[in-house]
Structures are given as C-alpha cells and as structure tokens.
C-alpha cells in the first residue's frame, strides 16, 4: 500500500523561562555560553570575550536542565480495505520515543505552557484545529489535525492552561501525547512516494516548575 509521510519539527536549547527552537541567539541572549575557536600560525594570539552578571533577591540559582524531543514523525496511510471507516490512517510511529526528560542535576522541574505551530518556507501541508471538519474532509490528504497533550493544535500559539500543562520533576521522565486526525482523500501512488518532508516547525515554551512554598503559621 502506498503512503505519504510527514513530520513536524523544533530544535532545542535549555533555559530558565524560554522557547525551544533554533540555537541561533547566542549573541541576543545572555544566558547562552559562547565559545570561539582560534587557528593561527603566531606564536601569540589575544582572545577578546565578556563577563556577564547577574543580581538577585534569590538565595539559590535555579537552573533547568531538561531534553525535549526536537523531531516528531507521523505518516498519513490510505485506509486498510476491511476498515470500517473512510478516512485515512494517521500513524505516529515513534511517539513512545517522545518524551521531556528532566536531569537528575536540574535543581527545579519543568512545565510545559506553550506549543507554537508555524508553517515552513514552501510548506504542503496544512493543519487545522477542527479535527472534526478535517475527518469529514475528502479534498486534501495533507490537510490533517495533531493533538499534543490532548489538546488539538493550530498554526500560531497554542497555550495550555495550568491544569493541563505537561509537568516534570527532576530526574523524571513523561511521554508528550501525540495523536492526530486525517481526511478522507485517498492517496494514488503518484501522490504518495513514501518520504519524509517538513510539514510544520514547532516550538515548545518552558517553564520552571516549583512546588509552592506555604508560609509557614504566624509568618
């Protein structure tokens, strides 16, 4: 059976309350290490860099050491024969992979709030938040909806409210869900070559998550 692939993606960088994306800042942002390499035939050479600093009412530094999945996969297949229903299949294959995994070493855990969906340079496809209205459709077989977290996405921000935002402790580990919906538009072997393209580029927001502290009787 011949099928049609996609995946979404987000590149990953660690920070205190930041977006996960392209690490391409590091001159913007001041809690990025640089480093520069030097390739000279002189005995001596001058490397000219910068100290930064920082001042807070805090008593610890915290830090977020955290890794999150940079690559997701799913794959649009046309209906098996005896399937009860008309729509394609939407697999994600490696979705046990995908998970926020929190260093023992990171001194507070981590939340998610915030996914955000963008469109790239030449883009086919296209998502939609009604999974409903995608699931009746049998126009468009790169018109699909993805549920992350159980929530249904669409292009721009995605926020989560407290209650159902992805949250891990230090040294712990969770799956981020991710499932989704296609239409009913069946794929000829012409449109299906079976690899992989961009479909989406996608951003997680991070936060730190601490337990809150309650004052303690007459404080």
């Known amino acids: 059976m011949k099928k049609l692939l996609a995946l979404g993606m987000a590149a990953m960088m660690c920070a205190m309350v930041a977006p996960i994306h392209a690490a391409d800042e590091a001159a913007t942002d001041p809690q990025t290490d640089e480093n520069k390499e030097l390739e000279t035939e002189a005995s001596s050479q001058e490397a000219k860099g910068e100290v930064w600093a920082m001042l807070s009412d805090k008593t610890e530094l915290k830090q977020m050491k955290v890794t999150v999945p940079i690559r997701l996969h799913f794959a649009v297949l046309n209906k098996k024969e005896d399937a009860a229903e008309d729509n394609l299949q939407f697999k994600t294959p490696h979705k046990e992979k995908y998970q926020i995994s929190v260093d023992k070493e990171s001194t507070v855990g981590v939340k998610v709030t915030k996914v ?21 459709d049998n126009t468009d077989f790169r018109l699909v909806a993805i549920k992350l977290n159980e929530q249904w996405m669409k292009l721009g921000e995605n926020i989560f409210a407290d209650a159902n935002q992805l949250k891990v402790a230090p040294n712990e ?3 981020l869900p991710f499932d989704g919906q296609a239409t009913k538009k069946v794929i000829t ?31």
Do not use: H, I, R
Request: no cysteine; net charge negative; glycine share 8%.
């Open 116 to 136: 955000t969906f963008e469109k790239p340079l030449n883009g086919k496809w296209t998502l939609n938040q009604d999974d409903t209205a995608v699931k009746n």
């Open 173 to 175: 580990s969770k799956a």
């Open 189 to 219: 072997e012409a449109d299906g070559k079976g690899v992989y393209e961009k479909a989406f580029n996608v951003t997680y927001t991070l936060e730190m998550d601490e337990p809150e502290v309650t004052p303690a009787p007459g404080a």
